[in-house]
């Protein structure tokens, strides 16, 4: 079966700072990875994911996340926080079945 | 564009009511997801359907039900409500299973 784990529940960064939202996930064969921002009040958008091919993937709004196999892992980042990045991240595998609890971000000017 | 909508935004239901929360797509995807998100625990699959015809249970089905009469309307029902099932519910679809998902905005039902 498979999960995703996000370590830590919220993060806190002061805007200007790197931000790294932690995801790891356990599966049995090489998964598809993705990570979905939510903003208050409204629906999940894909942030980026991962399929095959080259490891580290860019997404948008200057996210990118570097896909670990023999750490299972799937960590999000950012160099320099901006406000607007204040929301919920979501890590989730595969099939999508499975989102991680998510992570709240919020950014101190 | 609409992409993925749901009716309604907010819903306050009495506890034993019954009600229905409609998703539409017009994106023409073969999946289609019901999802509720509670505080801290991120999302949960109710239900999804690979097509026209075509449903399965997810996570967390107990106390609903789903149809999918047609490609772009995937509804959900709810029977007999009851507390436990205040929440918010996003509609979501893709074109195949590991594709992306689009998230319809949600909708927040609340049960006393």
């Known amino acids: 079966a498979q999960s995703v784990t996000q370590l830590g529940s919220h993060v806190s960064v002061s805007e200007g700072a790197l931000v790294l939202l932690r995801c790891n996930y356990s599966?049995?064969?090489?998964?598809?990875l993705f990570w979905y921002v939510q903003y208050p009040n409204q629906g999940l958008q894909l942030l980026l994911k991962?399929?095959?091919?080259?490891?580290l993937v860019k997404g948008i709004n200057g996210f990118e996340a570097e896909f670990k196999k023999s750490e299972t892992s799937f960590h999000l980042t950012k160099p320099s926080a901006h406000m607007s990045d204040a929301a919920e991240y979501f890590c989730?595998?595969?099939?999508?079945?499975?989102f991680g609890t998510g992570t709240s971000l919020t950014v101190i000017p | 564009n609409a992409g993925v909508t749901q009716t309604p935004k907010f819903r306050i239901l009495k506890i034993g009511q019954s009600m229905t929360l409609q998703c539409t797509q017009d994106?023409?995807?073969?999946?289609m997801y019901w999802y509720r998100q509670d505080p801290g625990m991120g999302l949960k699959l109710i239900y999804y359907?690979?097509?026209?015809?075509?449903?399965d249970k997810g996570e967390v089905p107990n106390g609903y039900n789903v149809s999918r009469s047609t490609t772009e309307d995937f509804p959900l029902r709810l029977e007999l409500a009851a507390p436990s099932q205040t929440s918010v519910y996003f509609c979501?679809?893709?074109?195949?299973?590991?594709?992306?998902?689009?998230f319809g905005p949600g909708t927040r039902l609340t049960v006393l």
């Open positions: 979501a679809s893709s074109f195949t299973s590991g594709d992306t998902q689009y």
């Open positions: 599966s049995s064969v090489p998964p598809y």
């Open positions: 991962y399929t095959t091919g080259a490891t």
């Open positions: 989730a595998v595969s099939d999508q079945f499975y």
């Open positions: 994106m023409n995807h073969n999946y």
């Open positions: 359907s690979v097509g026209a015809g075509i449903t």
